[in-house]
């Protein structure tokens, strides 16, 4: 492989190459190259990438989206499913207890006339 400082745009044969495209492999210069994604591509490569990968990242950002959404959705269900059983085991007990200790009040009513 040649170094990157003696190979030339290829869009510009006298402009000196600072970026290769790693998706064409071609060399350019700095006025031919974009920074897409935390990459320098060429701007004929970005056209084809934006148009045939943006719709479809869209639509997986908005199923990514919607997954978590449900993930979190059942995990707050089930911690709230759980607390509530834990709830509802809790006061039954308790409340059975009471009941059951709590003595019955006797007819007082028929007794004063
Ligand atoms: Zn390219
Ligand atoms: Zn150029």
Redesign the pocket.
Known sequence: MAALSEQRCRNHAQREAVAR?P??R?F?CRECVVEHEDRM??T??LRTLTARETPRRRHLRIVWRLAQCAVSFIILWVAFLMLGRALLNIPTATHESTLWSMPMEPDLGEEDE
Request: with cysteine; aromatic share 12%.
């Open positions: 495209c998706e064409c071609r350019f591509i060429c004929s490569c």
